[in-house]
């Protein structure tokens, strides 16, 4: 069994940046895809970015391209997003999930990861 723990999120002010971290135990995540996701108030959870298990594919949300960076240390066993300029429109509860067979379809959808964490809030004010 995989346990994911996210951190770093916050309240911030628009134009800030955050670093959130998801720290993965049970298991090593070495050859597992992962991913970001986030579900703002009466929404449906939404694809952020995903990294292949090398770290040498990376794939973006339209919304964040630009801004928000993904990157894995695997000798750590931890996933990052950094997020800089953001938005009002960025708040959320952000979550991370793996994938242990993570290929690059179907990056975007909730139903391709196996593991999620319970999240951690961001709040950006304007």
């Known amino acids: 069994q995989v346990q994911l723990v996210e951190s770093g999120g916050g309240l911030v002010q628009a134009g800030d940046s955050l670093r959130l971290s998801c720290a993965a135990s049970?298991?090593?995540?070495?050859?597992?895809?992962m991913g970001w996701f986030r579900q703002a108030p009466g929404k449906e959870r939404e694809f952020v970015a995903a990294i292949n298990w090398s770290g040498g594919r990376t794939y973006y949300a339209d919304s964040v391209k630009g801004r928000f960076t993904i990157s894995r240390d695997n000798a750590k066993n931890t996933v990052y997003l950094q997020m800089n300029s953001l938005k009002p429109e960025d708040t959320a509860v952000y979550y991370c999930?793996?994938?242990?067979?993570?290929?690059?379809?179907?990056?975007?959808?909730?139903?391709?990861?196996?593991?999620w964490g319970q999240g951690t809030q961001v709040t950006v004010s304007s």
């Open positions: 049970g298991r090593t995540l070495r050859s597992w895809g």
């Open positions: 999930a793996a994938d242990p067979e993570f290929s690059g379809s179907y990056y975007y959808s909730t139903r391709r990861y196996d593991y």
